[in-house]
């Protein structure tokens, strides 16, 4: 699931984030290289190489059986 306030947040911590870049949140998800459990407690990240690295952090929301985004960023390969 992606609110608009994981968006926000997202923005405004990673301004490099681009709209174009928010269209690859299926592939990285679908396609992820490596995916691994987060910094936090019930956080997961998906790590997908395309011309950057990207991140999708996703994180469960107390009271729901499901995952919800919780950050969205790239960084340059090997970073």
Do not use: W
């Amino acid at each position: 699931m992606i609110d608009i306030s994981a968006v926000k947040h997202s923005r405004k911590k990673h301004p490099n984030i681009t709209e174009a870049d928010f269209c690859l949140i299926p592939l990285v998800i679908s396609m992820a290289d490596e995916i691994i459990q987060g910094k936090f407690p019930d956080t997961v990240v998906y790590r997908k190489t395309l011309e950057k690295e990207y991140y999708y952090v996703e994180c469960t929301r107390k009271g729901r059986k499901r995952l919800a985004m919780k950050t969205f960023y790239k960084t340059k390969i090997g970073s």
